[in-house]
């Protein structure tokens, strides 16, 4: 095997991984956003839970897509992943701790 097709398999491998993993996060993450009830957004002074199932939602979507380029291509794009997973880790890290004392 040359290098260079060393170095396109795992590059392939790390961007499917990658994929995945965002994927999986925004599903937990939209999940969670529509378990939680309106009253516990508003009493944790965040967005609507509207706006973090959308959110949430989008990036869903467009990991999923890009799990699916990656497979079907061989690549997917890079900065929808990006902007994917900041979304979700926005939601992950401070929304839902916040809402999820007020679930209870």
Partial sequence: M?????ILM????VGLALALVV???SIYALVEAARASSYAYQSAFKRTKGFWVGVTAAATVFSVLMVWQSLTIGGGSIFLQLIAATAVGVFLADVRPAVAVRRR
Avoid at 2 to 6: F, K, N, S
Avoid at 10 to 13: C, D, I, N
């Fill in 23 to 25: 994927a999986a996060l």
């Fill in 2 to 6: 040359t290098p260079i097709a060393l």
């Fill in 10 to 13: 795992v590059t392939y491998y």
